[in-house]
Protein backbone atom coordinates (compact mmCIF):
# COMPACT_ATOMS: atom_id res chain seq x y z
CA UNK A 1 0.00 0.00 0.00
CA UNK A 2 0.98 3.48 -0.72
CA UNK A 3 2.98 4.99 2.25
CA UNK A 4 1.63 8.25 1.74
CA UNK A 5 -2.07 8.63 0.86
CA UNK A 6 -3.00 12.41 -0.07
CA UNK A 7 -6.70 13.93 0.90
CA UNK A 8 -8.06 15.04 -1.17
CA UNK A 9 -7.54 13.79 -4.35
CA UNK A 10 -9.13 16.51 -6.05
CA UNK A 11 -9.53 19.91 -4.91
CA UNK A 12 -11.35 23.07 -6.67
CA UNK A 13 -10.72 26.32 -5.66
CA UNK A 14 -11.42 30.31 -6.87
CA UNK A 15 -8.38 32.28 -7.28
CA UNK A 16 -7.68 34.21 -3.88
CA UNK A 17 -8.91 31.25 -1.74
CA UNK A 18 -6.39 28.59 -0.01
CA UNK A 19 -6.07 25.20 -0.29
CA UNK A 20 -5.50 22.79 2.19
CA UNK A 21 -4.51 19.20 1.28
CA UNK A 22 -3.17 16.42 3.50
CA UNK A 23 -0.88 13.44 4.03
CA UNK A 24 -0.99 10.58 6.04
CA UNK A 25 1.80 7.79 6.30
CA UNK A 26 1.97 4.81 8.39
CA UNK A 27 5.57 4.19 9.32
CA UNK A 28 7.90 6.46 11.59
CA UNK A 29 9.92 8.95 8.99
CA UNK A 30 12.84 10.65 9.33
CA UNK A 31 11.19 13.78 6.70
CA UNK A 32 8.28 14.26 4.42
CA UNK A 33 8.45 16.50 1.59
CA UNK A 34 5.99 17.92 -0.67
CA UNK A 35 6.44 17.85 -4.38
CA UNK A 36 4.41 19.91 -7.56
CA UNK A 37 3.79 18.42 -10.78
CA UNK A 38 2.39 20.69 -13.69
CA UNK A 39 0.49 18.24 -15.88
CA UNK A 40 2.61 15.72 -18.48
CA UNK A 41 6.15 17.26 -16.41
CA UNK A 42 8.38 16.37 -14.05
CA UNK A 43 8.11 16.93 -10.45
CA UNK A 44 9.95 20.12 -8.56
CA UNK A 45 10.58 19.69 -5.05
CA UNK A 46 8.96 22.34 -2.64
CA UNK A 47 9.41 21.69 1.02
CA UNK A 48 10.71 19.05 3.11
CA UNK A 49 9.91 19.16 7.08
CA UNK A 50 11.82 16.88 9.06
CA UNK A 51 10.55 14.62 11.90
CA UNK A 52 11.51 16.87 14.61
CA UNK A 53 9.69 19.90 13.13
CA UNK A 54 6.11 20.66 13.15
CA UNK A 55 5.64 23.51 10.99
CA UNK A 56 7.57 25.35 7.91
CA UNK A 57 6.88 27.78 5.71
CA UNK A 58 8.11 28.83 2.26
CA UNK A 59 6.55 32.00 0.49
CA UNK A 60 2.92 31.17 0.46
CA UNK A 61 3.21 27.48 1.20
CA UNK A 62 3.02 26.44 4.89
CA UNK A 63 3.40 22.91 5.92
CA UNK A 64 2.47 21.13 9.28
CA UNK A 65 3.66 17.55 10.86
CA UNK A 66 2.22 15.83 13.45
CA UNK A 67 4.64 12.56 14.09
CA UNK A 68 1.68 11.21 16.59
CA UNK A 69 -0.95 10.96 13.85
CA UNK A 70 1.47 10.73 10.80
CA UNK A 71 0.39 13.19 9.08
CA UNK A 72 0.91 16.35 6.84
CA UNK A 73 -0.96 18.93 5.38
CA UNK A 74 0.41 21.34 2.92
CA UNK A 75 -1.72 24.68 2.87
CA UNK A 76 -1.52 27.09 -0.57
CA UNK A 77 -2.34 30.69 0.93
CA UNK A 78 -3.74 33.11 -1.75
CA UNK A 79 -4.15 30.30 -4.47
CA UNK A 80 -3.08 31.53 -8.03
CA UNK A 81 -4.54 30.03 -11.26
CA UNK A 82 -0.76 29.14 -11.82
CA UNK A 83 -0.98 26.68 -8.58
CA UNK A 84 -3.09 24.44 -10.53
CA UNK A 85 -1.53 21.04 -10.77
CA UNK A 86 -1.07 18.00 -8.49
CA UNK A 87 0.82 17.70 -5.26
CA UNK A 88 2.24 14.79 -3.80
CA UNK A 89 3.81 13.95 -0.18
CA UNK A 90 6.95 11.29 -0.09
CA UNK A 91 8.62 10.22 2.71
CA UNK A 92 11.12 7.01 3.19
CA UNK A 93 9.51 4.06 5.07
CA UNK A 94 11.38 2.30 7.66
CA UNK A 95 14.10 -0.30 6.13
CA UNK A 96 13.16 1.42 2.26
CA UNK A 97 15.88 3.36 0.31
CA UNK A 98 14.30 5.51 -1.33
CA UNK A 99 10.91 7.72 -1.20
CA UNK A 100 7.35 6.46 -1.74
CA UNK A 101 5.07 8.77 -3.03
CA UNK A 102 1.77 9.27 -2.36
CA UNK A 103 -1.07 8.92 -5.24
CA UNK A 104 -1.45 12.83 -5.00
CA UNK A 105 -4.14 15.75 -5.05
CA UNK A 106 -5.09 17.28 -8.14
CA UNK A 107 -5.53 21.19 -7.33
CA UNK A 108 -7.62 23.38 -10.03
CA UNK A 109 -7.60 27.36 -9.16
CA UNK A 110 -10.06 28.86 -10.84
CA UNK A 111 -9.08 32.51 -12.19
CA UNK B 1 22.94 24.99 -16.11
CA UNK B 2 22.84 22.19 -14.02
CA UNK B 3 19.71 20.27 -14.27
CA UNK B 4 18.21 16.67 -15.28
CA UNK B 5 17.43 15.66 -19.16
CA UNK B 6 16.05 12.58 -20.63
CA UNK B 7 15.22 11.75 -24.00
CA UNK B 8 13.39 11.50 -26.03
CA UNK B 9 10.04 12.96 -24.78
CA UNK B 10 7.86 10.99 -26.84
CA UNK B 11 8.66 7.64 -27.80
CA UNK B 12 6.32 4.64 -29.36
CA UNK B 13 7.69 1.27 -29.67
CA UNK B 14 5.87 -2.18 -31.70
CA UNK B 15 5.14 -4.33 -28.93
CA UNK B 16 8.27 -7.10 -28.80
CA UNK B 17 10.69 -4.33 -28.91
CA UNK B 18 13.22 -3.08 -26.06
CA UNK B 19 13.37 0.49 -25.92
CA UNK B 20 16.34 2.38 -24.14
CA UNK B 21 15.06 5.82 -22.54
CA UNK B 22 18.20 8.21 -21.48
CA UNK B 23 18.55 10.32 -18.41
CA UNK B 24 21.49 12.11 -17.88
CA UNK B 25 21.85 14.55 -14.94
CA UNK B 26 24.88 17.23 -14.33
CA UNK B 27 24.34 18.03 -10.88
CA UNK B 28 27.45 15.99 -9.54
CA UNK B 29 24.65 13.62 -7.23
CA UNK B 30 25.32 10.23 -6.82
CA UNK B 31 21.85 8.32 -6.14
CA UNK B 32 19.44 8.58 -9.36
CA UNK B 33 15.98 6.89 -9.59
CA UNK B 34 13.41 5.26 -12.18
CA UNK B 35 10.03 6.00 -11.78
CA UNK B 36 7.01 4.84 -13.89
CA UNK B 37 3.42 6.93 -13.43
CA UNK B 38 0.28 5.79 -14.79
CA UNK B 39 -2.96 8.52 -15.80
CA UNK B 40 -4.12 9.73 -12.50
CA UNK B 41 -1.72 7.82 -10.42
CA UNK B 42 1.53 8.29 -7.91
CA UNK B 43 4.41 7.56 -8.55
CA UNK B 44 6.01 4.04 -8.55
CA UNK B 45 9.80 3.55 -8.31
CA UNK B 46 11.54 0.74 -10.65
CA UNK B 47 15.16 0.71 -9.56
CA UNK B 48 17.47 3.28 -8.14
CA UNK B 49 21.32 3.49 -7.52
CA UNK B 50 23.19 5.49 -5.09
CA UNK B 51 26.40 4.52 -6.32
CA UNK B 52 27.98 3.86 -9.91
CA UNK B 53 28.44 0.15 -11.11
CA UNK B 54 25.47 -0.05 -8.13
CA UNK B 55 21.79 -0.33 -8.20
CA UNK B 56 18.94 -1.73 -6.77
CA UNK B 57 15.59 -3.14 -8.02
CA UNK B 58 12.36 -1.20 -6.49
CA UNK B 59 8.63 -2.23 -6.11
CA UNK B 60 8.55 -3.01 -9.89
CA UNK B 61 11.37 -3.59 -11.34
CA UNK B 62 10.39 -7.02 -13.75
CA UNK B 63 10.84 -6.23 -17.04
CA UNK B 64 13.40 -3.36 -16.59
CA UNK B 65 16.58 -3.24 -16.82
CA UNK B 66 19.49 -0.43 -15.77
CA UNK B 67 23.32 0.38 -15.73
CA UNK B 68 25.35 3.20 -14.07
CA UNK B 69 28.91 3.20 -15.67
CA UNK B 70 28.95 6.80 -15.23
CA UNK B 71 28.24 9.25 -12.54
CA UNK B 72 26.08 11.13 -14.85
CA UNK B 73 24.04 8.41 -16.51
CA UNK B 74 21.36 5.99 -15.34
CA UNK B 75 19.70 4.43 -18.67
CA UNK B 76 16.56 2.39 -18.44
CA UNK B 77 15.95 -0.24 -20.92
CA UNK B 78 11.77 -1.53 -20.79
CA UNK B 79 12.37 -4.86 -22.12
CA UNK B 80 9.65 -7.00 -23.68
CA UNK B 81 9.14 -8.84 -20.87
CA UNK B 82 7.72 -5.81 -18.95
CA UNK B 83 3.29 -6.66 -19.63
CA UNK B 84 1.89 -3.15 -19.50
CA UNK B 85 5.40 -1.06 -20.49
CA UNK B 86 2.63 1.90 -21.94
CA UNK B 87 3.53 4.86 -19.29
CA UNK B 88 5.08 8.48 -18.43
CA UNK B 89 8.86 7.66 -17.25
CA UNK B 90 10.47 9.86 -15.07
CA UNK B 91 14.11 10.17 -13.68
CA UNK B 92 15.21 11.87 -10.71
CA UNK B 93 18.81 12.35 -8.61
CA UNK B 94 19.55 13.63 -5.21
CA UNK B 95 22.81 14.45 -3.86
CA UNK B 96 23.68 11.50 -1.52
CA UNK B 97 20.90 9.55 -0.30
CA UNK B 98 16.99 8.55 -0.22
CA UNK B 99 15.96 11.15 2.10
CA UNK B 100 17.43 14.31 0.27
CA UNK B 101 15.05 16.24 -1.99
CA UNK B 102 14.88 14.93 -5.26
CA UNK B 103 15.43 16.32 -8.83
CA UNK B 104 13.27 15.45 -11.53
CA UNK B 105 13.63 15.47 -15.29
CA UNK B 106 10.97 16.05 -17.71
CA UNK B 107 9.48 12.82 -18.45
CA UNK B 108 9.47 10.78 -21.24
CA UNK B 109 6.05 9.16 -22.43
CA UNK B 110 6.22 5.46 -23.99
CA UNK B 111 3.52 4.12 -25.65
CA UNK B 112 3.79 0.62 -27.11
CA UNK B 113 1.38 -0.94 -29.65
Known amino acids: SQQGEEDPQALSIQEGENATMNCSYK?????LQWYRQNSGRGLVHLILIRSNEREKHSGRLRVTLDTSKKSSSLLITASRAADTASYFC???????????FGSGTRLQVQP | DGGITQSPKYLFRKEGQNVTLSCEQNLNHDAMYWYRQDPGQGLRLIYY???????QKGDIAEGYSVSREKKESFPLTVTSAQKNPTAFYLCASSIRRESYEQYFGPGTRLTVT
Open chain 1, 90 to 100: ASVLTGRRALT
Open chain 1, 27 to 31: TSINN
Open chain 2, 49 to 55: SQIVNDF
